[in-house]
């Protein structure tokens, strides 16, 4: 997501246009990416550090953008 | 998010760039857009209702896309 201090003007435009929607009671609007990865292995600490890593260098632009990384359970579809 | 049956052309060039980078073991790699949103009030049920239909009439694109609607607390910065 963008850094709090940088501007977001899509997530502004996403704001003026709700209330038009009728859409009230939203007072700000931030607008980012999502990455889903899903890993070979277990989602460890090892394997943590690597996708930290890769948000660091690769998938984030760490000049204006924050990142979280969060490990989410897929749910699991057995035939 | 891009709905699992639907190409993901940015998601794959991320997938097929890691290893060039030295990351190995992501399986698939999925990308899309986040929206954070903050209320005037409390994010209770009825607040999460109307989140739940500008997502299903704005901010998502149904047919090609679904999404998840999760409360985060705000780290509230006391002066």
Redesign the interface.
């Known amino acids: 997501?963008l850094k709090p201090e940088i501007l977001d003007p899509q997530?502004q435009a996403?704001q003026r246009?709700?209330p038009r929607?009728g859409?009230e009671?939203?007072?700000?609007?931030?607008?980012?990416?999502?990455?889903?990865?899903?890993?070979?292995?277990p989602a460890d600490e090892a394997?943590l550090d690597?996708v930290r890593?890769?948000a660091e260098?690769?998938?984030a632009n760490t000049v204006i953008e924050y990142y979280t990384v969060r490990v989410e359970e897929t749910d699991e579809v057995t035939a």
């Not at 009671?25 to 292995?41: A, C, H, S, T």
């Open positions: 997501m997530g996403v246009a709700l929607l859409f009671g939203v007072r700000e609007v931030r607008q980012g990416k999502r990455f889903e990865l899903e890993l070979d292995g394997a690597k890593e890769m260098t690769f998938l």
